[in-house]
């Protein structure tokens, strides 16, 4: 039997290599500070759909709630681009997985 592993494997933007991502083309995840996850759509309740629909994979990936810290509605009135982009403030250690890193660390000292 192996031990549990102490190292989260990040991509470059820091965020953990196993986290869902958003699964349209123009939704991203943000940088640093906020780690905003964006959700951009012509139709605004597509857009939230798509962000509820990411947030319970997460949460089911992670093993407990995301720590979002706000929810921001924008939208964009220019040619070609989305009109409406939901943005996700979550917590940067969340997106990283130490919540799963913590969880492995206590399993293996019990």
């Known amino acids: 039997m192996s031990e ?12 953990a290599v196993g ?7 123009v939704d991203q995840i943000a940088d640093v500070p906020y780690r905003a996850v964006a959700f951009r759509d012509d139709d605004l309740a597509s857009a939230l759909e798509r962000s509820a629909s990411w947030l ?3 949460e089911a990936w992670l093993g407990e709630p995301l720590d979002v810290s706000g929810i921001h509605l924008d939208y964009d009135n220019g040619a070609d681009s989305p009109y ?5 403030l979550c ?8 919540p799963l890193l913590r969880r492995r ?4 000292q019990s």
């Open 84 to 88: 409406f982009e939901v943005k996700l």
């Open 4 to 15: 549990p592993s102490n190292e989260l494997q990040l991509d470059d933007s820091g965020v």
């Open 19 to 25: 986290l869902p991502r958003p699964v349209s083309d």
């Open 105 to 108: 660390h206590q399993a293996g």
């Open 56 to 58: 319970r994979s997460t």
């Open 91 to 98: 917590n940067e250690e969340d997106l990283a997985g130490a």
